[in-house]
């Protein structure tokens, strides 16, 4: 990418930086959204653009397409909260829901341990294993285009799994669009007459 070597650090905080930024916000309009369109939807179409997104990543041949594509993955990534939401609407028993709530942590530290090994075993295929893949082929074109196509592959997985499988609450959906439209009503009732508008 044309990088100097003492700058890597650098830009490399800044791409996950910018991952993280822009998942903070878009946490708040991916609630709304699955509070008016359900979560099961929220969470698919957030799948959908993390798939794309990683594998346009693994494409970046500059800096600045890097940056761009992560960025968009955080805003995809937003929904991380209905997840938790989803969670707690379908272990309604209290008792149980530590337990459910525990395992989303333990997933996401076994992928901070395992994901970055296989990552790094993955790319730049065409030097770490010239025997399988050409020198002057397509991921010697593109080094970091196989650790991102694999991980948009157990992406994929999810979204089938998720689409096939997921069940929501959707009385809970319901009362919490009542909820959020009985609030709208209440703040607009306790305007000043004079500041209502029809």
């Not at 822009?22 to 959908?48: E, F, N």
């Not at 341990?113 to 893949?133: N, R, S």
């Not at 009985?182 to 306790?190: H, M, Q």
Request: proline share 6%; with cysteine; glycine share 12%.
């Amino acid at each position: 990418m044309g990088i100097q070597t003492d700058s890597v650090a650098v830009y490399a905080g800044l791409v996950s930086g910018i991952f993280s930024l822009s998942q903070s916000l878009t946490g708040v309009a991916w609630g709304r959204a699955s509070d008016v369109y359900g979560r099961k939807p929220a969470m698919l179409i957030g799948l959908i653009g993390l798939i794309i997104t990683t594998i346009l990543f693994g494409f970046s041949r500059t800096v600045s397409w890097a940056l761009v594509t992560r960025g968009l993955a955080g805003m995809a990534t937003g929904n991380v909260g209905i997840i938790r939401t989803t969670v707690a609407e379908l272990v309604p028993h209290k008792e149980l829901q530590p337990r459910a709530f525990s395992i989303m942590p333990l997933i996401w530290i076994v992928g901070s341990i395992f994901g970055p090994a296989v990552g790094g075993a993955l790319a730049e295929p065409a030097v770490a294993h010239p025997g399988l893949f050409p020198a002057h082929g397509f991921f010697a074109k593109f080094p970091f285009a196989l650790p991102n196509l694999v991980v948009s592959g157990f992406f994929l997985l999810a979204f089938v799994v998720g689409f096939l499988y997921l069940q929501v609450c959707v009385v809970c959906i319901f009362e919490a669009v009542l909820l959020y439209h009985n609030r709208g009503v209440a703040a607009y009732s306790n305007r000043p007459a004079s500041r209502r508008q029809v």
